[in-house]
Each structure stands twice: as C-alpha cells, then as structure tokens.
C-alpha cells in the first residue's frame, strides 16, 4: 500500500504556485478547450513551461480532458492528446471512453485517468475503463468509504477520490440541465449551475413551504479531513481537493491542512490541525462542510438549502437591531476565529427575505461585548440598512483578513516553502578532484555528478570536515530543495576553498533542477494516423428501411395505454422492482416485446437488482458502463444502451456497440443534425432515438423525498414518500419539473417541458434512422395515447411533420420544446475527415 497522493487544483499560475508551496503531490489543471471548467486553464503553449515547474519543484501536472469530444473535433483532439504527451504531462484525465481508447493508441505510456464525469460507481465500471487503457479511475463522489472500499477490493487498477470542495447535486456526467435550459453542457465545460437556483416544492398539486430551505438542490460542501486516518489506509492512490474556480488562497488552505492531515494519519500519529486551522478551512470558501456521502447516506445533511454561495463560518444570531449597532449572540466553538474589526459578513435572512432580494453585509469596524456574552456589531455609516436586517437573523463571516494572512506564506513566498529533501555523497581526497553526487531521496533515480575542475591540494592549516560540509551545502536559499542526508569520504587532509564547495552546490542544483525538468521519453504515434485507422475499423450497418415505435412508461395507467397502442416494443421503468413482474406479465400475454430499464447507476450494494433483473430474462435498457461490464458476454440479455453512456462520437458509438450492444441511444449533448450524421456514420439501424421525452436534467443521490417529506435520513427509515406523493419542483419562472424516485432510491428530476423532434424527424429518417422512443413521465392514459398515435400516423406517413408537432403542441401537460434537439441558423456540418 502507497501513501495516497494529495492532488490540488489549479485554475491558473497563482493557484497552481499556491499549490506547490502548500504541500501538493500532484496538481491537475486544464488547457483552454476540452476541459470541464470552460472558464479557465492553460494554453497550449504555456502547457511546457507548467510541467518544467512543476517537475522541478518533485510535483506532477495532470491535464484535463474531461469532455465529451464531437466527431468534428476528433482529429484537433488526437493532435491535441500527442501535445501534452510531448509536454511531459504526468497523465490526462479523460471522460469520454472512445477519445481514452484513442489517446491510449497515440500515447501507449501516458497514464490515463478516468475522469469522475464518467460516472463510474461499481469495480465493473472500473473495469470497463481499464480495458481502453485507463490506469486510474476517479470515482463518483456519491459513494461511502465502505463501497470505495469494496471497489478498491476488486479494482485492476489504480482509484482517486474527492476529498474536499464541491459537490454536484447530480452525478458527474449525469447533468443535462445546462443543456435543457441553456443549450450550455455540463459535459461540455459549460455547467450553469441550474442546481444552485431557488425551487419551490409542489406535493401531489400543492405548493408545501419549506421555511428557508428553497435551495433544494444545492448541497453543503465535501470536507474529509476527520475522515484522513480510515481513508489514508484505503488504499486509494489519489485524495482530490475539487477547485479549479477557486482563488489561490482556498488552494494554499486546503492543500496545506490535508497535507497535514494526511501526513500524520500515514505515521499513525493523531493530526496537529488545531481548531483555529479548521475553522479557517471553512473560512477561506465553504457552503457548510461536512463528510456528507463518505460516511454514507444523511438525507437530511447534504442539503440545508439556506443559500446556494460561499457562508464562510457561522458566527451568531441577531438578538436586537438597533440603529447604529447590529447585537449578536456569538456561535459557540469560535473562541479560536473570534469575530473582529476588518471581517466581512453577511446576515441571512432565508427565514423570510426572498431568494432574489439581496442581502444585507459589508466589513465590520468595531466589535464590543455588551454583556450576557453578546457582542454589538458596528459598520460605517451607509454600509448595511438595519431596517432590513431582523432578530433571528444568521451572521455569517464570508472572509476574513487573518484567513488571507495564514495563505500568504504559500501564496507569495519570499523563498520557496516546500522543499525536495536530497541526499549528498562527497568524495575529498588530496590529489584528485572534488567530486559530489546529488540524489533527490524521493525519485532516486534523478541524480547529478560535479566535479571540481583542478584537484584538491593538501591543506596546511584546515583541512576539509564533514562539519564545514554540512554547513555550506546546506546553504540551499532560494532553492527547492533541502539538505537530508550527507555522507563524505575525506581522505589525505585536503583543502576545499568555501567559494568553490558554493560553486559546486550551485551547479548541482541547477543540473538538478535540469534534469527534473525533462519532460519523458514517451513513444508518441502520428495521431492523424491514429485517427484514420480508428475510423477506417468503424463498421457501419445499412440504414433501417421500415421506421419503429418504442414506449417508454413509468405507471400502470400510462402502461394500460401502451398496450392497447401495442408499439413494437413497451420499455418498463419502475419504481417498484416488485411492479416489474405483472406489469412484464400483461406485456407478455398481449404479445408485445417488453424491455425493462436498468438504474443509471450500479453501486456494489445494488448486486441484487441486477440479480432480479436477470431473472426476468427480458431484453435491457442499459444505463451505466458497470452493468454494461457486467452483461457484455451474456448471450441471453439483449441490451440497447441509452443516452447517458454519453456517446457523443462515432469511435465511442463505435466502442459501445462492440460490447454488445443491439443498439445505441446518443447522449443529450448532441443536437438533431449531430444525430443524424452519427447515424450515417454508424449505421441508423443501430441508433435508437428519444423523440419526445422530458429530458433527465439531474440524477441525484439525494432524494428530495426524503429530506423534506420525512425525518428519515435514507430509504431504510423514510417511510417511502415516494410511494405516496407526485413531487415537482417548480422554478422561478413557474415551471413546475417532476421528480422521480428509482429502484435505488435516487431522483431524477425531469424537466418541465416535454422535448420533441418533429421538426427534425424528416433528417433523421432520411439518415436511416428506424427506432423512434417515446418516454413519459407525469403524462395522463389520455396523453400517452395522443401523442403515441401522432407519432405512428407521422411514421406510417398518414400525416407530416408539421402536423405531428401541432399536435403535439395541444396535447403535452406544460407545453413542448425543441430542447437539446435545436440546431442553432448558423450551424454548419463539419465532416470528419
């Protein structure tokens, strides 16, 4: 077992400087395209310089490419992939399988990770990875200590977890809503953060008041470091600190306190963080931290809902208003940060302000106790309006000037601050040269050998000692490294002037500092190349002559419906497990061809669904890259894989599809004339399209039923509220989007407004498209029907286009949207070539 890794985040130089200093073993950042924080990175041409200093500094550089890559994009992709190679990145974080599969062939000995976005929860979808070339796979953050530890038990590879910082309501990879309300994709490096809005709760028609928690969505921020003594022995290689938006400051907190931590908890020893170091820990950016799913499912904790932004440290409440001083009681346990002149603050009001009403804050300027331990709160005239300020009110210290001063130290060194330790040998005699090697102690095989220029004469007065050795060489200024072990062999009294023992350091730990630099000898193919052969092994199908209607239902009603349409096929997506059975039965005896609809997510505790849903031997509807592992070699399953496999390309389609796969649905990020050219290039028989369905905008772990429709923390002492309840959560402009419980007790929230392809239905048949899916959610028997009989009148070509998209506008519940479907005027088909 290895120590794990602490691997920080980097937006740009100052953070990544931040990082180095502060104790990271590893910093990850990305370059200006092709990573998920779209809003900051690296050049490409910046991309060498970054690896040199952060080699030279013992620290490794991972780069990003965590999107999901177009087919026109491919080739810039290949190309790109050989750059970094060349540049001497440590590893390439990927989340698209075909471009990993592909990187893999351009660069046989980069190590590639598995980027959390995709969406990996099981040791099969661990797995799968590996097969394309992936040594290291970073896991969903939804998971406990317990199942990474499970995982990591029949792992073939190397694992990473997040360790701190933010969490993403929706699985990572999982998240349509940027491109449902914005046409911004979460797996394009465009999230919107939809999930930190205000939403109102709707149950069974109602609108159910929740007090301040109107940010349902928008979770408390990761923080394991009481956690460090279980996970260092977990044996994970990596701890991730998630921040790639955040300032150098967070960077240099952070990293500091879980390198601490970390370090302690490997040598057995209990942590020397005091409490003044965790409360500035949450000082410098937290939403309210916590352990959240590390130490397993707390419905109740993930999400507070007060506020979707940066709280910093609770401090007090409001206990009197007065007109020129706000009175508090402080919050206990902040003896060690206490409230003073200079700190920014902020009252919440969430009790009673609006969302959109802004609140009340600004820098205090005095701060006196007023007796019975409350303190009385002063700012400079015009700076807040105690009028809208109330008692009951939170006060929140959102920065703190003693926070930015315990940074500054990693954030702008006078002389570095982390230091590589080397060991020295010296061989000393009279008559020969002075000869030292130099050997980092944590990568040996970097070591450097100078050499005097003359030879050593025999001293008369003061000979040469280990003494005077150790205290010139030590003298390493403004150097990276530091002295750790010296051993000499001085032979004959010689003479070794203090100028020259100074030369001799000097040019040791430039070669030294030379010599890390270096990017490594990697084999690097010609991606052009690469890429042609990978296009050239794609066997597309013919085109599908006769069109099919596939249904999707998610109730007994809406499932009485379907059968009486009698599509060619009735997919089944239930709640109850249990449901399957005679709801499959009554499929069955009208003769219709049933498919069931996998959990978008297999975790090692959810072997029994997959146990059940094998025993119904019925074709599947496969939702994740683990159970998709698991049933690639079983004859007797036919799988259709979905839309959240997130096939963006043809070398992915391509991928997936030699798994067995029947066919394949494309991911959401695709628009209309994107899916019709990939059916064209993989062939339209094996693509089956969503043509009206409310997109998935989010799938959560956490469950809205059970922290606001109960006081249980998990499915095991809930009372299954969403067995008995319908649930929406209505927006701010009055949409109301259905959310729905699965067989693993997470929700999917659904958007409002149902996604339809009519005006682009004529493209994809001419495509050879043949298989056309139809999902419901909230919709009526009634509504199941109209809409799956315009859809067969279109395909049998008893009416148009046109006419089918009329019709559908009279009869969907909230209206109908082209969605992720829309292809912008100016859109033009780049071929891949």
């Given amino acids: 077992m290895r120590k794990p890794e602490i691997m920080s985040p980097a937006g740009y130089w100052p953070q990544l400087y931040a990082a180095i200093e502060a104790g990271a073993d590893a910093v990850y950042f990305g370059l200006t395209h092709f990573t998920a924080r779209a809003k900051v990175g690296f050049t490409r041409s910046e991309l060498p310089d970054v690896m040199k200093t952060l080699h030279r500094r013992g620290v490794k550089g991972y780069v990003t490419f965590n999107t999901l890559v177009f087919d026109h994009e491919i080739r810039a992709a290949a190309n790109a992939l050989a750059e970094i190679a060349a540049a001497g990145a440590d590893a390439i974080i990927v989340q698209d399988l075909g471009i990993a599969a592909l990187a893999h062939r351009i660069a046989p000995d980069l190590p590639i990770h598995g980027s959390t976005q995709m969406s990996i929860t099981s040791a099969e979808g661990v797995e799968l990875a590996a097969r394309y070339g992936v040594s290291r796979v970073v896991l969903a953050r ?102 790639r938006y955040k300032d150098a400051e967070y960077v240099a907190i952070t990293t500091n306190a879980y390198r601490r931590a970390l370090d302690a908890a490997w040598a057995g020893l209990p942590s020397d963080l005091t409490g003044a170091d965790r409360l500035h820990l949450e000082q410098v950016y937290s939403r309210g931290l916590g352990p959240h799913f590390l130490r397993g499912t707390n419905h109740q904790a993930v999400v507070e809902g007060r506020a979707p932004r940066h709280r910093g440290l609770l401090m007090g409440r409001v206990v009197q208003v007065r007109s020129d001083a706000i009175i508090i009681t402080p919050e206990p346990g902040r003896e060690a940060a206490p409230l003073k002149p200079g700190d920014g603050v902020v009252f919440d009001a969430a009790d009673w302000r609006s969302p959109e009403e802004p609140e009340e804050g600004g820098r205090i300027v005095a701060v006196e106790p007023v007796g019975d331990g409350r303190l009385a709160i002063r700012f400079m005239k015009g700076v ?53 090697r130099w050997t980092l102690i944590d990568q040996p095989a970097l070591s450097v050998v100078v050499r005097s220029e003359t030879s050593l004469t025999t001293a008369q007065n003061r000979p040469l000692d280990e003494a005077t050795l150790r205290d010139q060489l030590s003298r390493l200024g403004d150097t990276p490294y530091i002295l750790s072990e010296l051993s000499a062999v001085i032979e004959g009294n010689p003479f070794v002037p203090v100028s020259l023992l100074n030369q001799l350091r000097r040019q040791a730990t430039t070669q030294l500092a030379e010599l890390q630099s270096q990017p490594p000898a990697l084999t690097i193919l010609n991606p052009d190349q690469v890429v042609d052969e990978a296009l050239a092994a794609v066997e597309p199908t013919a085109p599908s002559a006769t069109p099919h209607l596939h249904l999707l239902v998610r109730s007994p009603e809406q499932l009485a419906a379907a059968i009486a349409l009698r599509p060619d096929s009735i997919t089944l997506d239930y709640l109850d497990l249990e449901g399957l059975k005679p709801a499959l039965a009554q499929i069955r005896d009208a003769g219709i061809p049933a498919r069931i609809a996998a959990p978008r997510v297999l975790k090692p505790e959810d072997e029994r669904i997959v146990r059940f849903l094998r025993k119904l031997q019925t074709p599947l509807l496969v939702r994740s890259t683990g159970l998709l592992e698991l049933l690639r070699d079983d004859p007797t399953v036919a799988l259709t894989g979905d839309f959240s496999l997130n096939a963006a390309n043809v070398l992915t389609a391509d991928l997936l599809l030699k798994l067995g796969l029947q066919r394949l649905t494309p991911t959401h990020d695709l628009n209309a004339e994107q899916i019709a050219h990939l059916a064209e290039r993989i062939g339209g028989s094996r693509i089956e399209v969503i043509a009206y369905h409310h997109l998935p905008v989010f799938h959560t772990e956490h469950c809205v039923f059970c922290r606001f429709l109960s006081n249980g923390t998990s499915y095991k002492d809930c009372g299954r509220p969403c067995e008995r309840h319908h649930v929406a959560l ?104």
């Fill in 142 to 243: 939804e998971l406990s200590l317990a199942e990474v530890a499970a995982i990591r038990a029949r792992s073939p590879i190397e694992l990473e977890i997040f360790v701190h910082g933010a969490l993403c309501v929706s699985y990572s990879g999982q998240c349509f809503s940027s491109e449902a309300w914005g046409g911004r994709s979460a797996n394009r490096g465009q999230c919107a953060q939809a999930c930190r809005l205000p939403y109102e709760m709707i149950v069974d028609g109602e609108h159910r008041p929740l007090g301040a928690a109107r940010y349902l969505l928008s979770p408390g921020d990761l923080a394991a470091i009481d956690d460090m003594a279980t996970i260092a022995r977990l044996g994970v290689s990596a701890l991730k600190i998630e921040g």
């Fill in 730 to 833: 209505r927006d701010t402009n009055g949409r109301e989007h259905p959310v729905i419980a699965d067989v693993g007790c997470r929700n999917t929230v659904f958007g409002a407004e149902a996604q339809e392809a009519s005006k682009y239905l004529d493209r994809w048949r001419a495509a050879g498209i043949g298989h056309y899916r139809l999902e419901f959610v909230h919709e009526s028997a009634a509504q199941v029907t109209a809409i799956s009989e315009a859809f067969r009148a279109y395909l049998h070509n008893t009416i148009s286009a046109a006419e089918l998209g009329r019709r559908l506008r009279q009869c969907s519940p909230q209206g109908v949207t082209e969605g992720s479907f829309f292809v912008p005027a100016n859109y033009q088909y780049i071929p891949l070539q």
């Fill in 384 to 436: 807040i309006n105690p009028r809208r300020i109330r008692v009951g009110d939170l006060l929140w210290r959102t920065s703190d000037p003693q926070t930015e001063r315990i940074a500054r130290p990693f954030v702008q060194p006078a002389a570095p601050v982390r230091r590589q330790p080397v060991r020295v040998h010296v061989q000393a005699s009279a008559g020969t040269a002075l000869e030292m």
